[in-house]
T-cell receptor, first 116, second 117 residues
Framework: DTGVSQNPRHKITKRGQNVTFRCDPI?????LYWYRQTLGQGPEFLTY????????KSRLLSDRFSAERPKGSFSTLEIQRTEQGDSAMYLC??????????????FGDGTRLSIL | AQSVTQLDSHVSVSEGTPVLLRCNYS??????LFWYVQHPNKGLQLLLK??????LVKGINGFEAEFKKSETSFHLTKPSAHMSDAAEYFC???????????????FGQGTTLQVKP
């Protein structure tokens, strides 16, 4: 168990640029979640995948945001035309789910996005 | 709809004294409840979880929480605080248990625990 890995740890970019983050979950986990955490707040759910299928998206996930998990392993989260309000910590988590239950989520250390 | 309210944004204790972090939840069905801890610039670590009939839940690092359905509470306690316990603590609700459980977590606003020497 090498844990959930997120890259990069920090990203600084100018407003209007596109950014992409990567998450590598724990290898046997079939569920992968993305959350966003702004300063002084608890994380907020963005979206989740079961294997390669994206099963739910929050209303927080505007059309500038897109997430993929093409082979049911790693996932990417892309933000197009970044805005000041996108500055936040983006957290990835993974877990194992089966019919009738789901294990607690394991979190990565996050990617901190700063928009200049 | 589900929600979580952490009743204190900041709690300050002296090292060696008890810790109490308060959490109330709202859920239209039987929830799963968790406490997570977050150290600065780090991800979240699971302290403990409630998912069954055992209302007193023991977690890591000496933390415990008691599920009280009548009070819709899930307060976190520790008998004796250590300096290393200083961090942000989140009460979290998920559910419902069983089929259809997306596992989506709903977080409280967090409680900052300060431990004074």
């Amino acid at each position: 168990d090498t844990g959930v890995s997120q890259n990069p740890r920090h990203k600084i970019t100018k407003r209007g640029q596109n950014v992409t983050f990567r998450c590598d979950p724990i290898s046997e986990h079939n569920r992968l979640y993305w959350y966003r955490q702004t300063l002084g707040q608890g994380p907020e759910f963005l979206t989740y995948f079961q294997n390669e299928a994206q099963l739910e998206k929050s209303r927080l996930l505007s059309d500038r945001f897109s997430a993929e998990r093409p082979k049911g392993s790693f996932s990417t989260l892309e933000i197009q035309r970044t805005e000041q309000g996108d500055s936040a910590m983006y957290l990835c988590a993974s877990s194992l789910a089966w019919p009738g239950g789901v294990q607690p989520q394991h979190f990565g250390d996050g990617t901190r996005l700063s928009i200049l | 709809a589900q929600s979580v309210t952490q009743l204190d944004s900041h709690v300050s204790v002296s090292e060696g004294t008890p810790v109490l972090l308060r959490c109330n939840y709202s859920s239209s069905y039987s929830p799963s409840l968790f406490w997570y801890v977050q150290h600065p610039n780090k991800g979240l670590q699971l302290l403990l979880k409630y998912t069954s009939a055992a209302t007193l839940v023991k977690g890591i690092n000496g933390f415990e929480a008691e599920f009280k359905k009548s009070e819709t509470s899930f307060h976190l306690t520790k008998p004796s605080a250590h300096m290393s316990d200083a961090a942000e603590y989140f009460c979290v609700v998920s559910g419902p248990r069983g089929s259809g459980n997306t596992g989506k977590l709903i977080f409280g606003q967090g409680t900052t625990l300060q431990v004074k020497p």
